[in-house]
């Protein structure tokens, strides 16, 4: 069964602190998706990004950065140079890329508090 | 651009009454869903479309029902509340590539 494990519950930074969120997903599928999603104090849930399994290199966005490591099952989030703006509920989640990819297992999510 | 719009926001049921949520999206998209949050825990999928006229369970689908006679709509009808139907639900679309668009959610207590 596909599963994924955020084991932070909650972290807490200063600004300007980098962050990193874990993520650790089991899946029998040789092909699958990985996803990141933000979910600001608002409600509303944000896509950040997708990635591959076949795609294992590392991607930058501006502060945000993710590490995917087939080998240990893992897809972090590193916030570099946290702002207070960052505060919110982050979401790691998977998916079969053989059928419908819109059907995510989500992980229990990380909440980050970041303090000015 | 509205994107996925949901309502109502807020509804407070009692056991046993039932319900509609309503969910329609203005980006021509063939993939909805609902999927469901409690506290503390990650989002989990209740039903999901590909297209008009298709529905098929998520993970937990009981106590659930929904259609799809259009691409923009795709309600969830609760017919029977139940306490463990508390929840914040949500519904999304996509296209077939899993970046999902959300509503702003339904927060709905059942007592």
């Known amino acids: 069964a596909q599963k994924v494990t955020q084991a932070q519950t909650e972290i807490s930074v200063v600004e300007k602190e980098d962050v990193t969120l874990d993520c650790v997903y089991e899946?029998?599928?040789?092909?699958?998706?990985l996803f990141w999603y933000k979910q600001p104090p608002s409600g509303e849930l944000v896509f950040l990004i997708r990635r591959n399994s076949f795609d294992e290199q590392n991607e930058i966005s501006g502060r945000y950065s993710w590490n995917f490591q087939k080998s240990t099952s893992s897809f972090n989030f590193t916030i570099t140079a946290s702002q207070v703006v960052d505060s919110a509920v982050y979401f790691c989640?998977?998916?079969?890329?053989?059928?419908?990819?819109?059907?995510?297992?989500f992980g229990q999510g990380t909440t980050l508090q970041v303090k000015p | 651009n509205a994107g996925v719009t949901q309502t109502p926001k807020f509804r407070i049921l009692k056991i046993g009454q039932s319900m509609t949520l309503q969910c329609t999206q203005d980006?021509?998209?063939?993939?909805m869903y609902w999927y469901r949050q409690d506290p503390g825990m990650g989002l989990k999928l209740i039903y999901y479309s590909v297209g008009a006229g298709i529905t098929d369970k998520g993970e937990v689908p009981n106590g659930y029902n929904v259609s799809r006679s259009t691409t923009e709509d795709f309600p969830l009808r609760l017919e029977l509340a139940a306490p463990s139907q508390t929840s914040v639900y949500f519904c999304?679309?996509?296209?077939?590539?899993?970046?999902?668009?959300f509503g702003s959610g339904t927060q709905l207590s059942v007592l």
């Open positions: 999304a679309s996509s296209v077939r590539d899993g970046k999902l668009f």
């Open positions: 899946t029998r599928d040789t092909t699958y998706y």
């Open positions: 980006m021509n998209h063939n993939y």
């Open positions: 989640a998977l998916s079969e890329a053989a059928s419908n990819t819109g059907k995510l297992i």
